[in-house]
């Protein structure tokens, strides 16, 4: 199983990716929110799903579930340094949403209360017995699903599994359709798969050279920074233009002043192109 890098999509897009994978793997009835005050959930899905015909759900889980399930997708922008850092930040995490859906019971605000939980996450878990992330993680959600406060509110939460990195690598393996929509989380070997498929000379700066290709969407892309990859909200995202400063600079031996990126992009242009494929 490729080791996929899912921080390098987002929170966005990986929220989009959590949706495209539940559609695959629980069915096409589930029903997606958008941007904004969503109500806790990033998806939905009523009616049953049955967990032996799907490759997660938890061990201790019955078979199948049967009501109103709701997915909530939690991603951590820079993962912590050990699986147990990782759990104490998704408890953090898992406890405000139990809670939310706790005070939404007590009060009467939401429509509809969820059968079963499936928080998914890009963090990795430990399977390390007890000490494990995984282990703490299902034990802290089995205790705050019977707390008192969740008891008296009537939030009647029946079953959740835990959809962590590692499961979700799983899963992009079995949908591949899904993970190559997902540039983030394309591989090299996907990229020599692609080439070899080409009857254009790679190199050539042809219309349909992968090469050329490549490098006008690595050009477009580059041009946006996100800001959702730094921890802001949405998919908001600025021009490079706006706040990219090419800075001024001194040729030595008299070779006067420049503006340092123009220079540089003005000395490769006069580099012949050679490719060879050997």
Known sequence: MPDYDLTRLGTRAFEQMVVALAREEIGSGV??????SDGGREATFEGTITWSATCVGEAAAPDAWSGFTVLQAKFQVKPKPTPLDNAVW???EIRKEI???VKAARNGTRTRLPDYLIFVTNI?????AKSG???????FVNSELGSE????ARLAVKGFAIWHADQLRSMLDAHQDVRWAFPGLLTAGDVLSMLSNETVRLGSLEVRDPLREELLHSLKADRWVRLSQSGGPGDAKLWLDDIAIDLPANIEDGG????????VLEIGDTVPLSVSLG
Do not use: Y
Not at 133 to 139: A, E, K, V, W, Y
């Open 31 to 36: 029903q997606v929110f958008g941007d904004g």
């Open 90 to 92: 998704l408890q953090q």
């Open 99 to 101: 809670g939310n859906w």
């Open 124 to 128: 990795d878990l430990s399977a390390v």
């Open 133 to 139: 992330g995984i282990d703490s993680i299902n034990s």
């Open 149 to 152: 406060d969740a008891v008296r």
């Open 256 to 263: 006067g002043h420049v503006q340092a990126v123009r220079h």
